[in-house]
């Protein structure tokens, strides 16, 4: 299934609402240190519904919500929308694009959006490991842990391979 864009406001160092279109297969992004490229990868991580602070790179759950600068003042709502393509109908659900949404408030809980409505996150890490998309296994490989496969224990290794199949669920 493929990724078609990544819409990140208020997120990390994602002031400006910002929107990568992903038209064609690409192969890296790229820019100069400490410029944000990291962060589109943990904005990914984040809408697909990860928690683990240490996985988002942050100390408080907070740290994720763009926290000011000299210049401009913090926010205080982050949000993400991932655009996947479903024209293939990989996913049982009768739309061709299917847009998850998770946005959080300083004072309030997360909530989880898929195609504009309210949902839990249970129901969108479901959807997902319907596409074998999910946070245990090799959808995202950090930098640094390209032999993670190599270095996990049996039960990692499980479930890493249970999600490449699909199995989760
Ligand atoms: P490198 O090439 O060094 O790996 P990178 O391009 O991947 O760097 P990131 O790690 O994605 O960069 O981004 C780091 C930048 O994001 C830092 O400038 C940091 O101050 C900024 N940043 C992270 N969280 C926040 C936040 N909550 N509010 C504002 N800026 C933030």
Known sequence: M???????????SFANKTIFSFPANVTA??????????????????????RDLKSLRVGRSDEIIFGGTPNRSR????????VLDNSEGKLPVDFKEIVVTRKVNRDSEA?????????????VVELLA???????????????SADAI??????????????SLGLRE
């Open 130 to 144: 319907k596409a074998k998309v999910g946070n245990q296994g090799l959808t995202i490989i950090n930098q640094g």
């Open 150 to 163: 190599l270095k996990a224990s049996p039960r990692e290794r499980r479930s890493m391979i249970e999600e």
């Open 75 to 82: 926010m205080s709502l982050a949000q993400v929308s991932i």
């Open 111 to 123: 909530e989880y959006l898929i195609n504009q409505s309210n949902v839990r996150l249970k129901d």
């Open 29 to 50: 992004i790229v820019g100069p240190n400490g410029s944000g490229k990291s962060n589109v990868v943990d904005a990914i991580r984040w809408v697909l519904g990860e």
């Open 2 to 12: 493929r990724l078609k864009s990544l819409e990140i406001l208020g997120f990390k």
